[in-house]
């Protein structure tokens, strides 16, 4: 399901999406919230994911890993992060926005 956009939504967001690449080199990939049209999540070769409000162009939440993340999804419920290593680590993370929950580890089926 694709999400829609009011024009002055879509605009700040772009324009938060190029202040981002200029910033912020090392970004591995970008997605849209799945519970908040206006957030974007990022991940990054610096070991977080960050989720960025395109209406206020601010930070909202960064979640430090242990690890470069090579892909970050927003979860489709609740308000979670879905992580995979760049190298290394062939296991899921889901981690919670919420700083005094910890992550859930999801191991990799046949090892």
Do not use: N
């Amino acid at each position: 399901m694709r999400t829609r956009f009011s024009s002055g939504t879509e605009g700040k967001a772009v324009c938060l999406l190029r202040q981002l690449m200029r910033t912020h080199r090392s970004i591995y990939g970008i997605d849209w919230s799945q519970t908040k049209p206006t957030e974007i999540v990022t991940c990054s070769l610096d070991k977080t994911i960050k989720v960025w409000d395109s209406k206020t162009m601010t930070l909202r939440t960064r979640i430090k890993t242990g690890y470069p993340v090579w892909r970050a999804r927003g979860l489709p419920f609740g308000r979670g992060v879905l992580s995979l290593a760049q190298r290394g680590e062939t296991a899921l993370e889901m981690f919670s926005r919420e700083p005094r929950i910890r992550p859930w580890y999801l191991t990799s089926s046949g090892r």
